[in-house]
């Protein structure tokens, strides 16, 4: 076999601190317990669960905002709760953490309303208490309402956005890299040197966007820069996800769009000096998954009766800037440009796409790819999806909580460990060291390499760079 058919299928369940998160609608199903998002128990289950089942992470989602594009206001995402409520998805970590040894956690964060230096205070410190499971989903935000929220006119261009993300992460990494070195911390109880001040600098930024002066608080964690996770699939967003993700979604409605995107992804990281293989890409998915063919039919006609599509169409009118609400069924939607998300926009130059078309994406309230079947035929079609484009997995949505992930747990991973297409037992190490197989720190191929800082005998030496333009 090839070294192609005979990869291993890197797996995230994809979910949010809230009741509708992909797939809307369903939290009406009499089984759904997502209304109980926001007790702890909920999501310590969800975690031990998931590291039963051998999951390499859960990746959790998050906006600033709301949706309130579709109809030009917010009841149908109150009615149906489309992300709103949501709470912050950081302070779920150490209590998943707790109870699990080796899940790895992807915490979305718009840098775009944060400060570069307490976020990489919070997620530096997560690390260190998670053991190294810590990632960072790197977002720049697409909605409106989110600039109105913190008391902006409005959100920025789409490329002003990346252009300010590039230097949050030359700033995080400068914190996180530059001012301790790895073994800064010395616990010498004898001579009374907890830290070593030869071996702590000071960092020194005055860029574009941000102004920063001074020593990093939190001591070196297992993995340093959390695990970087990234979306963008615009031109812009590309170059930024080549240039620093280790772990990149993108989504597409055929294999070959799937295939044709990774090409690009792979390509475009070879020219930036990257190996274009420590990348890993993922593609979102729902799965409907049952003993025989026959009931998984069933089950998905079962959560149909719950679902909303037009729920689904809301969060799509606020992802793509459009109000859908004010298309006939079979109108033709015309392409507009937006500072929302490029990708999901750009759908509507490159097709005829009308409301009955997006309402027959989102049988489940959510438009990514569904996939109905017995534990066998799952694990082909998502065998097959990995073969034929080049990806590397999934982030596995949930329909019905937590059930849809037990049936895919019980009926689909024994299929692909069968196969030879999914582990049986977790590695050791960090989620990074877990992923990608490199170790627990960035490889020096990474542009984080030029912000590392080097042994200094000097006490409180200052680590410089030149000032940033961006």
Same mark, same amino acid.
């Given at each position: 076999?090839?070294?192609?058919?005979?990869?291993?299928?890197?797996?995230?369940?994809?979910?949010?601190?809230?009741?509708?998160?992909?797939?809307?609608?369903?939290?009406?199903?009499?089984?759904?317990?997502?209304?109980?998002?926001?007790?702890?128990? +909920?999501?310590?289950?969800?975690?031990?669960?998931?590291?039963?089942?051998?999951?390499?992470?859960?990746?959790?989602?998050?906006?600033?905002?709301?949706?309130?594009?579709?109809? %030009?206001?917010?009841?149908?995402?109150?009615?149906?709760?489309?992300?709103?409520?949501?709470?912050?998805?950081?302070?779920?970590?150490?209590?998943?953490?707790?109870?699990?040894?080796?899940?790895?956690?992807? $915490?979305? *964060?718009?840098?775009? +309303?944060?400060?570069?230096?307490?976020?990489?205070?919070?997620?530096?410190?997560?690390?260190?208490?998670?053991?190294?499971?810590?990632?960072? %989903?790197?977002?720049?935000?697409?909605?409106?309402?989110?600039?109105?929220?913190?008391?902006?006119?409005?959100?920025?261009?789409?490329?002003?956005?990346?252009?300010?993300?590039?230097?949050?992460?030359?700033?995080?990494?400068?914190?996180?890299?530059?001012?301790?070195?790895?073994?800064?911390?010395?616990?010498?109880?004898?001579?009374?040197?907890?830290?070593?001040?030869?071996?702590?600098?000071?960092?020194?930024?005055?860029?574009?966007?941000?102004?920063?002066?001074?020593?990093?608080?939190?001591?070196?964690?297992?993995?340093?820069?959390?695990?970087?996770?990234?979306?963008?699939?615009?031109?812009?967003?590309?170059?930024?996800?080549?240039?620093?993700?280790?772990? $990149?979604?993108?989504?597409?409605?055929?294999?070959?769009?799937?295939?044709?995107?990774?090409?690009?992804?792979?390509?475009?990281?070879?020219?930036?000096?990257?190996?274009?293989?420590?990348?890993?890409?993922?593609?979102?998915?729902?799965?409907?998954?049952?003993?025989?063919?026959?009931?998984?039919?069933?089950?998905?006609?079962? +959560?149909?009766?719950?679902?909303?599509?037009?729920?689904?169409?809301?969060?799509?009118?606020?992802?793509?800037?459009?109000?859908?609400?004010?298309?006939?069924?079979?109108?033709?939607?015309?392409?507009?440009?937006?500072?929302?998300?490029?990708? *999901?926009?750009?759908?509507?130059?490159?097709?005829?796409?009308?409301? %009955?078309?997006?309402? %027959?994406?989102?049988?489940?309230?959510?438009?990514?790819?569904?996939? *109905?079947?017995?534990?066998?035929?799952?694990?082909?079609?998502?065998?097959?999806?990995?073969?034929?484009?080049?990806?590397?997995?999934?982030?596995?949505?949930?329909?019905?909580?937590?059930?849809?992930?037990?049936?895919?747990?019980?009926?689909?991973?024994?299929?692909?460990?069968?196969?030879?297409?999914?582990?049986?037992?977790?590695?050791?190490?960090?989620?990074?060291?877990?992923?990608?197989? +490199?170790?627990?720190?960035?490889?020096?191929?990474?542009?984080?390499?030029?912000?590392?800082?080097?042994?200094?005998?000097?006490?409180?030496?200052?680590?410089?760079?030149?000032?940033?333009?961006?």
């Amino acid at each position: 076999m090839t070294e192609t058919t005979q990869k291993h299928i890197l797996l995230n369940a994809f979910d949010m601190n809230s009741v509708g998160h992909i797939n809307h609608g369903l939290w009406t199903h009499p089984r759904d317990e997502s209304h109980r998002f926001s007790e702890l128990s +909920y999501w310590t289950d969800l975690a031990k669960t998931l590291e039963a089942g051998l999951f390499d992470g859960l990746f959790i989602a998050d906006i600033t905002g709301v949706y309130d594009v579709y109809q %030009n206001n917010i009841d149908l995402t109150l009615r149906e709760s489309i992300q709103l409520p949501s709470h912050d998805p950081s302070t779920l970590v150490s209590a998943m953490a707790a109870v699990t040894q080796h899940l790895g956690f992807g $915490i979305t *964060v718009n840098l775009s +309303y944060e400060t570069p230096y307490q976020f990489a205070r919070r997620f530096a410190s997560l690390d260190h208490l998670t053991q190294g499971r810590i990632g960072w %989903n790197i977002v720049t935000g697409y909605l409106d309402s989110a600039e109105r929220l913190i008391g902006q006119s409005g959100l920025k261009d789409h490329d002003l956005r990346y252009e300010q993300a590039e230097e949050f992460l030359q700033l995080c990494y400068k914190y996180w890299e530059g001012s301790w070195e790895h073994d800064a911390v010395e616990k010498d109880k004898h001579h009374r040197i907890f830290t070593n001040p030869s071996k702590v600098h000071e960092i020194h930024h005055e860029g574009r966007f941000y102004q920063s002066h001074g020593v990093f608080q939190v001591s070196p964690s297992r993995q340093r820069t959390p695990v970087l996770f990234q979306a963008g699939a615009s031109t812009r967003g590309i170059k930024f996800a080549t240039s620093h993700a280790e772990c $990149i979604f993108i989504g597409g409605d055929t294999p070959e769009k799937l295939r044709q995107q990774v090409i690009k992804i792979r390509e475009q990281a070879a020219q930036q000096g990257r190996n274009p293989s420590d990348i890993k890409i993922f593609v979102g998915i729902t799965v409907v998954t049952a003993e025989t063919t026959q009931r998984a039919q069933q089950k998905l006609e079962e +959560y149909r009766h719950y679902a909303s599509p037009e729920a689904g169409l809301a969060h799509y009118a606020s992802s793509v800037g459009i109000d859908l609400s004010k298309f006939a069924d079979d109108e033709i939607i015309p392409y507009q440009k937006s500072n929302s998300i490029a990708s *999901v926009n750009e759908k509507f130059r490159a097709q005829q796409i009308s409301k %009955n078309d997006l309402k %027959n994406q989102h049988v489940l309230g959510g438009r990514y790819p569904l996939i *109905v079947g017995s534990g066998h035929d799952v694990a082909e079609q998502l065998i097959q999806l990995i073969d034929s484009t080049g990806i590397d997995g999934f982030n596995l949505t949930r329909t019905v909580a937590p059930e849809s992930h037990h049936d895919f747990i019980r009926f689909v991973i024994p299929e692909l460990q069968q196969r030879g297409r999914f582990k049986t037992a977790y590695k050791t190490g960090s989620f990074r060291q877990k992923i990608s197989g +490199y170790g627990d720190l960035l490889p020096l191929t990474h542009p984080v390499e030029q912000y590392r800082c080097s042994s200094s005998t000097s006490s409180m030496h200052s680590f410089k760079h030149k000032k940033i333009t961006a």
